[in-house]
């Protein structure tokens, strides 16, 4: 393949170009924001699975303390009940009068352990309503950390893909001074090897860094000025400059 010496030089500018553009991808897919957010993201779901757990219980235990409660209120006025009969004098029978007091003493009874009951359950809700409150407030530092954390995310991105842009603003310019058919090459070399065209500086593939031997040296001296060479090592496009060293 022949091509002006001016257009190879391009394809120096165009990998460098490439290269940046390369880097900028690779700091886009990288950013230490993304591996944050997706630790905080886990740790969001967790926690948000284990508020509705807790506010379950919570929930489960408001219910049985009001259970409990209306047990203790229905035991409170049947004694109440039986407690006015035995004032009212109404009942007069001793055996009536003594199976009346013996059924308030049960009764009070009764209430004092469904009080018990109750008090234990509002200490279970209590440790429950801590429990969720402190889960509660864990989760929300989560997702403010996490939001920060994809604000810093987008603005990075923001600026990347700005920067990118104007890389390839300044490609699309570069490979207007390229012929087709070197282009061509080119984007599929370093589609091939990630890099298309390398200088030959000093003797040595800037490419793969590998020095050319003498012979090689002495055959890129006598080829024509315009034809396209190759890395023998790294088959990139070989372009020659002022500082190749022949
Ligand atoms: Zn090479």
């Keep these: 393949m022949k091509a002006a010496p001016e257009a190879q030089k391009r394809l120096l500018d165009l990998a460098e170009l490439d290269s940046v553009i390369d880097r900028l991808a690779h700091r886009r897919r990288t950013l230490p924001e993304l591996a944050e957010i997706d630790e905080r993201s ?6 948000a699975t284990q508020v509705i757990e807790a506010e379950t219980e919570s929930g489960d235990l408001a219910r049985e303390q009001a259970k409990a409660e209306s ?3 229905a035991v409170r006025t049947r004694a109440d009940r039986d407690q006015k009969r035995l004032d009212s004098g109404a009942v007069t029978s001793p055996r009536d009068l003594s199976s009346l007091q013996s059924e308030i003493t049960s009764l009070n009874k009764r209430q004092g ?3 018990e009951v109750v008090l234990e359950i509002m200490e279970r809700r209590e440790a429950a309503d801590a429990k969720a409150g402190d889960l509660v407030t864990q989760r929300d530092e989560v997702r403010a950390a996490l939001s920060t ?3 810093r995310r987008d603005a990075a991105l923001t600026e ?4 990118s842009g104007e890389v390839r603003g300044r ?4 490979t ?12 599929k070399l370093r589609e091939q090897y990630g890099v298309g065209a390398a200088m030959l500086h000093g003797g040595r593939c800037q490419g793969c860094k590998v020095a050319l031997s003498i012979a090689e040296m002495n055959r890129i001296k006598g080829a024509p000025h315009d034809e396209v060479l ?3 090592e790294c088959r990139r496009i070989l372009v020659r400059t002022a500082e190749s060293g022949l």
């Design 160 to 163: 990347i893909d700005k920067e």
């Design 113 to 115: 352990d469904l009080e």
């Design 71 to 73: 047990d203790v209120d």
């Design 171 to 174: 490609r699309a310019d570069t």
């Design 149 to 151: 954390a994809e604000d």
């Design 176 to 187: 207007g001074d390229i012929p087709a058919d070197l282009l061509k090459l080119y984007e």
């Design 42 to 47: 886990k740790l969001f779901a967790k926690l």
């Design 230 to 232: 190759r890395c023998e």
